[in-house]
């Protein structure tokens, strides 16, 4: 049905960011033609508009269609208004050429906040659009930045969605199939009911746990079922998680 890659955390102007290894991921992203491939924020680190400039002329090397939302480091000092003027929308959503998948994008950031928040009007909006997708029944994607439930091994909770409980019912009820997010640079897979929630490490920053890796995921989707793999930029790729599909039932 479609492949998508799912990137996130660049961190474009950050002392730990590596050129070299976005560069080569971008090359590896390129090889796999995804139908989309959807940034989930951290593109710069300090939200200033030359990181910004910098980070587009990045992604635009990425020849498939691209869905960007921000992430907490973009919304620092009026990086907010920078992502608009750059890249456009920072909620919005995206079809693959033959329609039967929609990602939602939704912007979790706060202005000079690292903590992230939905919000009710953006919620109803999700609600809506997600509603429309599944009377389409089309897979259905959310791509934002902070995390809904806990990653392990990050530490103490700090950063989960402040409306977590909140947006974490109005998605499983209304039958979300993938929840993709980023900000901890760990990647992990949940599955609660029938949506799965992914996290991505980070495609090319340093500030990795432990012997972690850069990397990226890959998302096969097909008519019964999702494969989500994990594809090391220095290392190897592998299988994360398998599911079933069933939540256009
Ligand atoms: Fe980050
Ligand atoms: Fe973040």
Redesign the pocket.
Known sequence: MALLVHLS?L?VGAMNFHAEILLKAIGQINDLNPDLTIVTG?LTENGYYLEFLKASQYLEKIESPLMVVP?N?DSRHVGNETFEEVLKHRHGTIENDTKTLKVIGLDSSEPDLDYGKVGRSQQIWMEKELQKAYNEKQYKVIALHHHIIPVPKTGRERNVLADAGDVLFSLINNKTDLVIS??K?VPHVWKLENTIFVTAG?VS?LKLRGKDLNSFNIYNIKEDCIEINLRQVQGKKYLLAKYENTCRN
């Open positions: 955390d961190h951290d992430g480091h980023g900000h640079h980070t920053s």
